[in-house]
């Protein structure tokens, strides 16, 4: 088999779209797709979203790249390439994801500070049986931080490693989680576009290797009733123009000592708070892992080293200091996620909001916190469409065509339960 061109872009949904092109094309730098696919849901329901164009003849749209991008990929004979997204007049689509993540970029650098993100993937395995019906892959000894053919019999994980060591994604971790059979998978921090271009393709290959294995890896919120939750944890910084980490209040990073642009952030991530909850926790099955108590990010708070609150500040300094914050999750398109983090924390530079006290409760048992996210999908859309200020800093129309979406989304699941739900969702994430 001759080399081919894989060209792939993550939709609204957070579904990798693409298609192959024949080695000819390696030195093209653009192909086109259908716009509408802005208007399809998980179900396949063509809908008219807002810039979508569904009722205006479906026209193209046009990926472009630079040729510098094309990467090596898992398939030996196949190359790839992530791009971002133009209208049929060569205007960039404001509906394209990373090109939101490129809009939120620029406006930190007009300050003169560099966002790097580095993001934590938690998964579960899921196998099928004899009936076709989803079940947890066995892992007869796995335990938190568990490593080995205990907690991986199959090994796939030492594959997706193996492979990831030779394409040059810079992993930081493997882990078991707390329940199994989940995973966590933890790639280095760097600039922001380029570390979420990273977790993309590494979640598509990371899935596509364990397929091999014969695992059903996804990155859902909650596959498994009875367990715990996954997400995907934003961890962000910023480097300034002398290189220097713009967080850091020290050689360790304590709530009583944080500098001014770390209060402003936590300040801006709480006021915006139950908006952002619609666009990064972004499914039904989210509401499902956003519980009290869940270490994931319910409560509007913050916290030191304190793994039970929504934006968790690192005790590592210096060039390590960072802000996590714990509430997306893996049905979040990852560009657009980490672009209203980020635009929500420069909303707290910009207009001066006040920083809520930190949380001095456990979490479990006992908040500071009187205020939450929104219990439901359907409580979370209406707090994005409310938040104007939110939805005009990320960007009006991807907003609008999200709200239009999820509040469809609402309808498509509210008579779902238990495996019809998460078979709504599991194969796509």
Not at 190 to 201: E, R, S, Y
Not at 335 to 342: D, N
Not at 348 to 357: A, R
Request: proline share 5%; charged share 25%; net charge negative.
């Amino acid at each position: 088999m001759k080399d081919r061109l894989r060209a792939v872009f993550c939709d609204h949904l957070s579904i990798m779209r693409g298609k192959y092109l024949p080695a000819s094309k390696l030195a093209d730098s653009e192909t086109r797709f259908c716009r509408s696919t802005f208007g399809v849901h998980y179900d396949k329901d063509l809908l008219p979203a807002p810039g979508a164009m569904m009722m205006d003849g479906l026209p193209d749209m046009e990926l472009r790249w630079k040729h510098d991008d094309i990467r090596d990929s898992w398939d030996p004979h196949t190359k790839i390439v992530l791009g971002d997204l133009y209208d049929d007049e060569g205007a960039p689509l404001e509906l394209c994801p990373r090109g939101t993540l490129k809009r939120a970029v620029a406006k930190w650098e007009a300050r003169g500070l560099t966002p790097k993100v580095g993001i934590e993937l938690e998964a579960f395995a899921m196998q099928a049986d004899e009936d076709g019906n989803l079940r947890p892959y066995d892992t007869p000894g796995a335990v938190v931080y568990g490593t080995g053919p205990l907690t991986d019999p199959m090994r796939f994980n030492d594959a997706i490693w193996e492979k990831a060591d030779e394409l040059g994604f810079r992993l930081d971790m493997i882990t078991a989680e707390f329940d199994a059979p989940q995973f966590e998978y933890t790639l280095t921090f760097d600039n922001a576009v380029q570390a979420v271009d990273d977790i993309v393709l590494f979640r598509l290959m990371a899935k596509e290797i364990a397929l091999e294995h014969g695992i059903i890896l996804t990155f859902m919120p909650k596959p498994i009733a009875e367990a715990g939750g996954s997400g995907m944890h934003i961890n962000f910084s910023f480097s300034d123009v002398s290189g220097g980490n713009a967080l850091s209040s020290g050689a360790r990073n304590m709530p009583e000592t944080l500098n001014d642009l770390s209060k402003q952030c936590l300040a801006g991530l709480l006021h915006h708070h139950k908006a952002l909850a619609g666009l990064i926790a972004p499914t039904a099955n989210s509401y499902q892992r956003l519980q009290p108590g869940s270490l994931s990010g319910f409560w509007k708070n913050w916290g030191g080293d304190h793994r039970n609150v929504t934006t968790r500040i690192s005790s590592e300094g210096g060039p390590k200091s960072r802000l996590e914050h714990r509430m997306a999750d893996g049905t979040a398109n990852p560009y657009t996620a980490v672009a209203a983090v980020l635009n929500a924390s420069l909303l707290g530079v910009e207009n001066n909001y006040p920083l809520q006290p930190i949380e001095t409760g456990d979490g479990f048992e006992k908040n500071d916190a009187k205020e939450s996210c929104a219990m439901d999908l359907k409580g979370a859309v209406a707090d994005l469409k409310a938040d104007t200020v939110l939805a005009d800093a990320i960007g009006r129309l991807l907003v609008d065509n999200h709200v239009f979406m999820k509040e469809k989304e609402v309808k498509k699941t509210k008579d779902l339960e238990g495996d019809a739900l998460r078979d709504f969702y599991v194969y796509f994430v």
